[in-house]
């Protein structure tokens, strides 16, 4: 059995240099985890400090591009 994108998530928590886990991504576990999450989700997790981190990093990014906000508004 592979590991759960929740454990994953515990252990880069407690990680000397901590990265984000994306999750639900196994097509075929989708008949299994579809009731709980949704047939159109996936999971992005990280810790807080890296979300810190990357919030720092937004000035001048993707973000601010005309394309991302007119995604943004939808």
């Known amino acids: ?6 454990s994953k998530r515990t252990r880069e928590r407690s990680s000397s240099k901590p ?9 075929s576990a989708r008949q299994y985890i579809g009731n709980a999450v ?9 810790p807080f ?6 919030e720092k990093l937004v000035d001048g990014s993707f973000v601010e ?3 991302w906000k007119s995604l943004a508004e939808r």
Do not use: E, H, W
């Open 38 to 46: 949704g047939k159109d989700y996936l999971m992005f997790n990280m």
């Open 49 to 54: 400090d890296r979300f810190v981190q990357m």
């Open 19 to 27: 990265r984000c886990v994306v999750g639900f991504t196994d097509i």
């Open 65 to 67: 591009n005309a394309l």
């Open 1 to 6: 059995m592979f590991p759960s994108p929740i």
